[in-house]
């Protein structure tokens, strides 16, 4: 697995370590996010996958026994219902690896982190005309 030591520049850079299984699922949460999000730019923040649009959108992690999924806090709190089966945080839901990746759920809540930036922008501009 990873380890604190490496400096990750890219997506790609922190997938490749992994074993060829959970590459597989890295890559099918990413193709997800990127599909859900197309503007979306990918980068590495706190030296994990990360998408951006208008700040960050959402960031992903590999662990031992789980996918970190990291939202935002209004994102858990908006499909707290669907993380039910899922042990979840403020911020984070964990999905484990031993169950199917919900693929629809990361889209969906990629989509609402869109509009979610998109608005919060918006607004932004707003009250800078001000």
């Known amino acids: 697995m990873k380890s604190s030591k490496n400096k990750f520049q890219s997506i790609d850079d922190y997938i490749k370590p992994f074993p060829e299984n959970m590459q597989i699922i890295l890559e099918s949460v990413r193709h997800t ?16 996958p990360t998408f951006k649009l208008n700040g960050n959108l959402v960031h992903f992690a590999a662990f031992k026994n789980h996918i970190g999924f990291y939202p935002g806090s209004k994102a858990i709190q908006v499909f707290r219902k669907k993380f039910a ?41 707003l009250s800078n005309k001000k």
């Open 85 to 125: 089966s899922y042990k979840s945080s403020k911020g984070t839901v964990q999905f484990p690896l031993d169950k199917p990746m919900p693929l629809e759920l990361i889209k969906k809540i990629t989509r609402f982190r869109v509009k979610e930036n998109i608005e919060k922008e918006k607004t932004k501009h």
């Open 33 to 48: 996010i990127k599909k859900a999000a197309p503007k979306a730019e990918e980068a590495i923040s706190y030296q994990i």
